[in-house]
Nanobody, 115 residues
Framework: QVQLVESGGGLVQAGGSLRLSCAAS????????MGWYRQAPGKQRELVAL???????SYGVSMKGRFTISRDNAKNRAYLQMNSLKLEDTAVYYC?????????WGQGTQVTVSS
């Protein structure tokens, strides 16, 4: 199995930036894609960004141009740089890893954007 631990959430003013980190452990050899989802109160979980082992990325529509995903495969880490944050970016952000084993999810980290 793969275990994921996020860090880097917090409170930020609108227009500011935050960087999230996700550390993977366990059966990391099985991972083919890592990334981030988020869930706001009363809403469904939605895609933020994914990156496969080849560096191919995909982003949620509202994140394009503001968020950037990156990975350090040697350290089994994924990062999410979030710029120009908006009030509607407030959510719990979950790290995700998929591959040959069961999908793995982190415990989530709260991001709160204030006006």
């Amino acid at each position: 199995q793969v275990q994921l631990v996020e860090s880097g959430g917090g409170l930020v003013q609108a227009g500011g930036s935050l960087r999230l980190s996700c550390a993977a452990s366990g059966s990391v050899f099985s991972i083919s894609v890592m990334g981030w989802y988020r869930q706001a109160p009363g809403k469904q979980r939605e895609l933020v960004a994914l990156m496969d082992n080849g560096g191919i990325t995909s982003y949620g529509v509202s994140m394009k141009g503001r968020f950037t995903i990156s990975r350090d495969n040697a350290k089994n880490r994924a990062y999410l740089q979030m710029n120009s944050l908006k009030l509607e970016d407030t959510a719990v952000y979950y790290c995700y890893a998929g591959g040959t084993l069961r999908d793995a999810w982190g415990q989530g980290t709260q991001v709160t954007v204030s006006s």
